[in-house]
Nanobody
Framework: QVQLVESGGGLVQAGGSLRLSCTGS????????MGWFRQAPGKEREFVAG????????SYPDSVRGRTTISRDGAKNTVYLQMNSLNPEDTAVYYC????????????????????WGQGTQVTVSS
């Protein structure tokens, strides 16, 4: 079992930045691919960023590429999502997720591929 706890959400003005954190605990957390998703009211859950468990491979959708970075601190069992140049369309509940993986280079982009989820943290971007 892996437990995930997100933090760092809040209210930010358009053009600002936020760094979300996701701290994991449980067996073999370090050998899980990690991802961030978001869900706005009335919308489907959307992939935001993914990271292979060795920290080498990342993936981002076009909507956030270039202004978003996912990273991992193995010593702290924490995965980060740095988001810059935020706009009101980024307003959503952000979730981190962990996927059991044998291959250390795999990034999982589909929500169905994740085994564990955090409770979510709200990000609100004001115009």
């Amino acid at each position: 079992q892996v437990q995930l706890v997100e933090s760092g959400g809040g209210l930010v003005q358009a053009g600002g930045s936020l760094r979300l954190s996701c701290t994991g605990s449980g067996s073999s957390f370090s050998s899980h691919a990690m991802g961030w998703f978001r869900q706005a009211p009335g919308k489907e859950r959307e992939f935001v960023a993914g990271l292979s468990w060795n920290g080498v491979i990342t993936s981002y959708p076009d909507s956030v590429r270039g202004r978003t970075t996912i990273s991992r601190d193995g010593a702290k069992n924490t995965v980060y999502l740095q988001m810059n140049s935020l706009n009101p369309e980024d307003t959503a509940v952000y979730y981190c997720a962990a996927a059991r993986q044998v291959n250390p280079y795999v990034v999982v982009r589909d929500a169905g591929g994740y085994n564990y989820w955090g409770q979510g943290t709200q990000v609100t971007v004001s115009s």
